[in-house]
């Protein structure tokens, strides 16, 4: 999907369309934390009596977090990291080693740029099992506020929506993504209607946006406050699909969204919540849903089932666009990866991905059986994410955007200050769920580094055996074989060595095309790749051609399409029909890896087993691909 900042401004047109776009996919989880957050922040566990003072705390707390990190750091700041109009974890990665490789930085700078961003990766599966899970149940929990006679069936119903919410991923967002905007608008507008109601009758809950309050409250409870600030960051969790889903829609969009619609929502929701505990403390059970009468709970949990759909149809679609990059950028090995859409090259569905989701939110619904419990969980992964956000973002603006050394220095130190803070409150939930975000985030690490490890020791080792392709070439035509019509186009890492298909072709068939092309697919650290800078092709002799094609981590590398664009620009009679596909197939034994403990080479050897076959992953026409075995 060409976003608009990469394409250049939207028009005028669109852009109210746009703004209604991501309001329905970029505000779908944060747009959600009403549902849980106000009432983790008022849970009497925490040992803070529910005085009016502390109310009023809790209130410029929340409404301080969402100014400062949210709306200060992410739309103001963190959304000018534009990738080629692309926003994201692993994007912002590519613009700070970009910033890092300036001459100015220490050396090691590059590794810990990588390590960081690798991190804030690997976080992001954690928060996709999490979001789900947290959203839905705190919906359906809303039943238990209409009757009691709901509650056997809150889990089984939750459980319901959400595998069927995995079931459509493989039909794509595109029909669904049509109705999310105005649901979501429709959401947050109830959301202020129910917040202003209630403000009216307590209008002091307004004093709240004082940070007087805020700061009242910590110099009270200093040693309980710490506690209460993990809770206190569920209301900002999913700021950081704002960058993350910026390449869809663009910075304009996202920011006119926010300011204009969710963000007073927001605030009008969480401050009527505080009104309406002001006024009765015993709606701190369940603050959002005392909110309405009697006669629209059920109604309300069915806009909330909805609106939490879609901020779990959020994460996913973030999950599956994640791994494709990772796996374009050499992190991960090749896995199926299905396109949904003929216009929007964004829509993507992975099944493996999905359906290990699916299975991980189950567990956590069947596990943790309450929003509550969840909660315990839910923050570390995002408050490390955010971490990783402020330190790569503060590279970017002082190394490659050449902002005053000081300004940065002291913008980034407050950031940070905020985010680490976060993160401690979140690390003391730890041993309640919260090593399970942590658990998956380090699984997902270990695979990120095993299987970036392995293939360089696999390179390394085929460079001992290696065959230079100039001199070969030129023994070749002193002894040439038989010559069939045609064109064979050999995939390989390296342009300038004979790939081992090429010599077991030789070796087996003993014929060589008309046309011979060593074709290397370059993914790079940009999002898009312009056509005309795609692909790069020096003839050498004999009727070889050496080429190198680049696409960027958000394109899908389709070699057949490749190959006509070669064809346009470079004048070579490529037809689809006379052309062959000749790649390697590797088999990796355990043991065979030098630099690599035991432990790590069986994972990257069941990683290679079961990664996808070359010719799937590069769009090879199944009739002309020949496929050579070679063992590592």
């Known amino acids: ?64 977090a969402l100014t ?7 739309v103001v700041f963190v959304l000018r990291a534009d ?57 359906v929990e809303g039943l238990n506020v209409a009757t ?42 109830t959301l202020a209607v129910l917040g202003v109601q209630h403000i009216a009758d307590q209008p002091q809950v307004l004093q709240a946006l004082n940070p007087w309050w805020a700061a009242s409250f910590l110099a009270a409870h200093p040693a309980k406050s710490v506690v209460v600030l993990g809770s206190v960051f569920l209301a900002v969790t999913g700021g950081e699909a704002l960058y993350a889903d910026m390449g869809h829609f663009g910075a304009r969009a996202i920011r006119q969204a926010w300011f204009f619609v969710a963000l007073p929502a927001l605030v009008l929701n969480y401050f009527g919540q505080g009104a309406l505990v002001l006024k009765d403390p015993s709606a701190i059970d369940n603050p959002f849903y005392r909110l309405l009468p009697a006669w629209g709970v059920v109604p309300m949990v069915v806009l909330a089932a909805a609106a939490t759909v879609i901020a779990s149809q959020a994460v996913i679609s973030g999950a599956f666009s994640l791994t494709a990059q990772a796996i374009r950028l050499g992190y991960l090995p090749r896995l199926r990866i299905v396109q949904t859409s003929g216009e929007a090259i964004g829509q993507i569905y992975m099944p ?35 971490v990783t956000t402020t330190f790569l973002a503060t590279l970017v603006a002082r190394h490659l955007w050449h902002w005053n050394r000081w300004a940065v220095l002291a913008g980034g130190a407050v950031f940070l200050g905020i985010d680490l803070l976060f993160l401690v409150a979140n690390s003391l939930k730890i041993a309640d ?70 010599l077991h072709n030789l070796k087996h068939n003993q014929v060589l095309h008309q046309r011979v092309i060593i074709l290397k697919v370059q993914a790079t650290d940009s999002p898009r790749v312009d056509p005309a800078h795609r692909v790069s092709a020096t003839e050498l002799a004999g009727g070889f051609w050496q080429v190198t094609v680049r696409h960027g981590f958000m394109e899908v590398p389709d070699v057949p399409e490749f190959m006509k664009l070669l064809s346009y620009q470079r004048g070579i009679p490529i037809e689809a029909m006379t052309t062959s596909y000749f790649v390697s197939r590797e088999t990796v034994s355990t043991g065979r890896l030098p630099g690599m403990t035991r432990p790590r080479q069986a994972i990257f050897t069941w990683l290679h087993r079961n990664s996808s076959r ?19």
């Open 614 to 632: 070359a010719s799937d992953y590069f769009r090879l026409p199944p009739n002309r691909v020949v496929e050579f075995g070679r063992r590592a």
């Open 148 to 189: 009691p006679v709901f509650e056997p069936y809150v889990i089984p119903l939750t459980l319901v929506i959400l595998v069927a919410l995995f079931m459509v991923q493989r039909l794509g967002t595109g029909a669904v993504g049509q109705v999310f905007g105005p649901v979501m608008l429709l959401w947050f507008a």
């Open 433 to 502: 769920g919260g090593w399970l975000p942590l658990a998956v985030a380090g699984l997902v690490l270990g695979l990120f580094t095993t299987w970036a490890r392995g293939r360089q020791q696999m390179r390394e080792m085929a460079d001992e055996d290696r065959v230079e392709l100039a001199p070969f070439i030129e023994a070749l035509l002193q002894d040439p074989p038989h010559r069939v019509r045609g064109t064979a186009v050999f995939l390989t890492a390296e342009p300038e060595v004979v790939p081992h298909a090429l």
């Open 352 to 386: 493996v991905v999905n359906w290990l989701l699916v299975l991980g939110v189950v567990a956590l619904v069947i596990g943790f059986r309450s929003s509550s419990a969840l909660s315990s969980a839910y923050g570390i992964a995002v408050s490390v994410t955010m």
């Open 68 to 74: 400062l990190v949210v709306t200060i750091k992410y």
């Open 83 to 139: 990738h080629d109009g692309e926003g994201g974890i692993l994007a912002l990665q590519a613009l700070a080693r970009h910033a890092a490789a300036d001459g100015t930085s220490p050396a090691w700078m590059l590794g810990v740029v990588a390590a960081m961003g690798l991190t804030g990766a690997a976080m992001f599966y954690g928060d996709s099992i999490i979001t789900p899970a947290i959203s839905v149940l705190s919906a």
């Open 1 to 64: 999907m060409t976003s608009p900042t990469a394409a250049g401004a939207a028009p005028s047109s669109l852009k109210p369309a746009l703004a209604l776009a991501a309001l329905g996919v970029v505000y779908g989880d944060i747009g959600t934390s009403p549902l849980y957050a106000l009432r983790e922040c008022l849970n009497p566990e925490h040992g803070i009596a529910l005085t009016p003072d502390a109310v009023l705390g809790l209130m410029s707390l929340i409404f301080w």
